[in-house]
């Protein structure tokens, strides 16, 4: 019963939503982001911790610009997401993104390994599902599911509508080492809190986070190649996709070693996060 009486208010505004122009949703998502900002006082003042320890040097006045930008893209992707189905023609590719370094997923694939995307949560993130599928690259997602099954199975649809897949983190390095022997990409969000069972510390911001090593214990066993890759808010609600070139761990694969490549992946994404602080989730508990 708990779950439906979420589900009811959440499909209402999904059919809303998709009836209305991208532009128009879009700028409604604004307007929810800032809603929820004001009515999500917890998240904020995470968001602000978060930042102000990540940048001690920055002015209280800038980390509250960055705070409310950043509710403002939330909002943003959430009423994307509810419509990510609708962006099914390649006029909409064209007329919505900036597709740079397509030419490195080849290489990639030319490796004959399949190939991870690093990535994080950055922009519009969910994105990547659904351009690399457009490009007619085979890609699966790995993804948390969520809490409830009804508004789970809604955003399974939208991810996959477009041909690509989620690979639940419930199945784990299985799934992903059987996608990547189908020649396929992997997508992996390397951002989250792993926990102490499952994660390697290592610094983010200069302060130390449990961070999984599996996409460092994959790619150094296996020789998979890995491609940084990020979807960034551009003005105009369009997209930026850069797609970074291919690149091989090297070393035997030692614990210590493990810990210095998961190290130089978390570099990375901390790098595309600094390019702008506004579009990355910082009302995450990354840091515990």
Known sequence: MRNWLEYIPF?????????????TALRFGRALGTLGRLILPGRVKLARAN???????????????????????LGMGFIEMLRLDMMRQSSDLKRDATIIGV??????????????????????????????????????????PMRNPLTDRYFLRMREAAGGYIISSRQGARRILKALQQKHFVGILLDQH?????????????RDAWTTPIIAEIAMKYRVPIVPAFAWW???????FEIAPPFVLEGEQTPERVVENTALLTRIIEEAVRRDPAQWFWVHRRWR
């Open 194 to 206: 792993a926990g102490r069972r499952q994660g390697v510390k290592v610094p983010f911001f200069g």
């Open 103 to 144: 030419e490195h997923l080849r290489t990639a694939l030319d490796h004959g390994r399949g190939c991870i995307l690093l990535t994080g949560h950055i922009g519009f993130w969910e994105a990547g599902n659904f351009f690399f599928s457009t490009l007619g690259y085979p890609i699966g997602v790995v993804a948390k």
């Open 11 to 23: 499909i209402l505004l999904a059919k809303l939503v998709r009836a209305l122009p991208r532009r």
């Open 234 to 240: 551009e003005d105009g609600d369009r997209y930026r």
């Open 51 to 73: 930042l102000q320890r990540a940048y001690p040097e920055k002015p209280a006045t800038e980390i509250e610009t960055i705070i409310r930008q950043m509710f403002r893209y």
